[in-house]
């Protein structure tokens, strides 16, 4: 037997056990006379004591030879420990060791395997076993099994039942470019590796599993942007028979069945926002709502003024910073210097002072009077000691600008408070979105979302206005969840084809499958995949997913550790039938 006991298990109680212990040389202290050891494994840390008064001199010279991550293996005695460490939970004893074994050596690791590390980030991940035993990412990992659990838990309590499908299949269209695989036995052929198991799960509807789950990774080739994995997890669902309304519930369920066991928070009902409400309150389609700063439409009150740059927008549209006032000339100069960088892309900004003393001082002063400047801060809710940023613009474009300088301030504002979960549904998405590049609509969720019937009408005429049976769930200003009611008749998704500028061929082509089990009776269904990287970090109370993957990959998708992707040899392409090493 390796050991007895875990490393963070010995108490007082222990006192005078005969114990054995394995694990990791955290660190030495050698005072000559007295080595001490920490030993650590993944519950905890225990220190062992090496006494020259009571310990054979042979295994004082052999303790004498350990280094930083050595595995051990000691024998020994629970004894109390003479100046106590109230901050470990061992700290109470000590282990006088009795036998020594050294089951491995270590060389001297890159980083300091503590909480604090002097390891840089692509150190870190080259070295991500050792980066593992620390204590941060350790506890990540644990974390995010028991969302994982507690996911599996809540869902098969409420009947649904894991599938899983396949990885090698063919494209499923959720926006990204697919990962493909070559067949070696289908030469020049190949699979694409699924951006989500979409259209399966949608066939297990067919097949009348009724409802399904499954936390499953998906793949997607996208150009990463920061804090994006090309392989990730999804909490895939799907349900049938059910309209909107039941999805809302259902995962609404698991959400805070999630909050309640994994952070000990119980939230009511969940709010829920239109895509259009969200859009004009918070220019943004994932509001976070922990904070207000709602955006304050300010035409009817800026435009009546010789003021041409306000005068020539579509719209003027403005959010009070709460206690903003005290922002000195040169922050906000500043403020305006970050809007103005070409990712945000905005011309100006104007701004109030709401004094205390009830005046307003704004940067406009020369075109607007006070009672001008109190209709704006009536709109924008402003009160005494806040700063009224305004921009102008055309409308879609000025409200992503807002929404930028909205989430800026309240971070500067420390309005996140990452302990604090506030869960918005927002429904009724668009079905299509227009695409600058390609001129042509796109389906805003997948292919797959059913219109809202109501609005099928206008899909000739107006389809840029039809609204989908599409919602997502947001937390804390991050999309956590997101899916629709599908279509699930034939006629109607060949309809959706063709207004996705698929030809009947391709769309035989590449989906026949699906709408030929459309033809056997395919009932009525809906579902919803969370991000299980995301949300998990969120619940963690922290923005990376990459700190919640066991080997993530780094921002430009390579795994620095394996180093992959690498090439591979010209037999092996030979055999996949590919082209050998055409000039990059
Ligand atoms: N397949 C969708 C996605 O990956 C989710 C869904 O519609 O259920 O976003």
Same mark, same amino acid.
């Given at each position: 037997?390796?050991?007895?006991h875990k490393n963070g298990e010995l108490r007082l109680e222990n006192l005078?056990q005969?114990v054995?212990l394995?694990g990791?040389?955290q660190k030495t202290r ?6 001490w050891v920490d030993l650590r494994d993944?519950y905890g840390i225990t220190q062992l004591i ?22 051990? #293996?000691?024998?020994g005695e629970v004894i109390e420990r003479v100046s106590k460490n109230a901050n470990m939970p061992t700290g109470d004893i000590e282990i006088l ?17 503590e909480d ?19 204590n ?97 997890? #999804? ?165 992503? #600008? ?183």
């Open positions: 037997m390796y050991r007895t005078g005969e054995t394995a990791w040389v050698d005072k000559g006379f007295m080595i993944r090496f006494d020259g008064d009571r310990t054979p001199k042979e295994m004082m010279e052999k303790a004498k030879m350990l280094g930083r991550e050595f595995v051990i #293996q000691v024998k060791v009795k036998e020594l074994t050294i089951l491995n050596k270590s060389l001297v690791p890159p980083f300091t395997i604090e590390t002097d390891g840089g980030d692509e150190l870190r991940m080259k070295y991500r076993y050792l980066d593992i035993r620390r941060s990412v350790k506890n990540n990992l644990i974390f995010r099994s028991k969302v994982a659990m507690e996911t599996r838990k809540y869902l098969s309590g409420e009947g649904f039942i894991e599938v899983e499908t396949p990885y090698l299949i063919k494209s499923t269209p959720e926006g990204a470019r697919d990962f493909v695989v070559p067949s070696r036995m289908n030469a020049g052929q190949f699979y694409a590796l699924p951006q989500s198991p979409q259209t399966f799960k949608q066939l297990l509807m067919v097949g009348g599993l009724d409802k399904y789950f499954q936390i499953v990774k998906c793949f997607r080739d996208e150009d990463l942007r920061a804090d994006r994995q090309p392989e990730f997890t #999804q909490i895939d669902c799907e349900m049938a028979f059910v309209e909107q309304e039941d999805i809302l519930n259902a995962f609404e369920g698991l959400t805070r069945h999630l909050l309640k066991e994994v952070n000990g928070v119980e939230i009511s009902k969940f709010p829920r926002m239109t895509y259009d409400d969200a859009m004009r309150k918070y220019g943004n389609d994932k509001p976070d709502i922990r904070f207000g700063m709602e955006f304050g439409e300010l035409n009817a009150v800026a435009q009546h003024k010789d003021f041409g740059i306000f005068n020539t927008a579509e719209l003027v549209v403005g959010i009070s910073v709460p206690g903003g006032n005290v922002f000195t000339r040169k922050e906000i100069d500043g403020l305006i210097e970050f809007l103005k960088r070409p990712q945000v892309g905005a011309s100006g900004m104007v701004y109030v002072r709401c004094n205390d003393d009830g005046t307003f001082k704004s940067s406009v002063d020369k075109f607007y009077d006070e009672a001008d400047l109190k209709k704006w801060a009536e709109i924008t809710g402003a009160k005494a000691g806040d700063l009224i940023c305004v921009l102008s613009g055309v409308a879609d474009k000025v409200r992503g #600008q807002l929404s930028v300088l909205r989430m800026e301030m309240a971070n500067r504002l420390g309005l996140r408070n990452p302990k604090e979960f506030a869960p918005l549904w927002v429904v009724d998405f668009p079905l299509l979105e227009w695409d600058e590049e390609t001129k042509r609509f796109h389906a805003m969720h997948h292919p797959f979302t059913s219109p809202k019937p109501e609005d099928m009408g206008m899909l000739d005429t107006n389809p840029g206005k039809v609204r989908a049976n599409a919602y997502d769930l947001v937390l804390n200003g991050n999309e956590i969840g997101g899916g629709s009611i599908r279509i699930h008749d034939k006629q109607t998704q060949a309809l959706m084809f063709n207004h996705l500028g698929f030809t009947p061929e391709k769309a035989k082509e590449q989906f026949g499958f699906l709408m030929n089990a459309f033809e056997y009776g395919a009932p009525p269904h809906g579902g919803i995949a969370f991000g299980l990287d995301r949300l998990t970090a969120i619940l963690g109370g922290q923005e990376t997913i990459r700190d919640f993957i066991a080997f993530p990959k780094n921002n430009s998708g390579r795994d620095v550790m394996i180093d992959a992707p690498s090439q591979i040899d010209d037999e092996q392409l030979k055999e996949l039938c590919l082209k050998i090493n055409l000039p990059l």
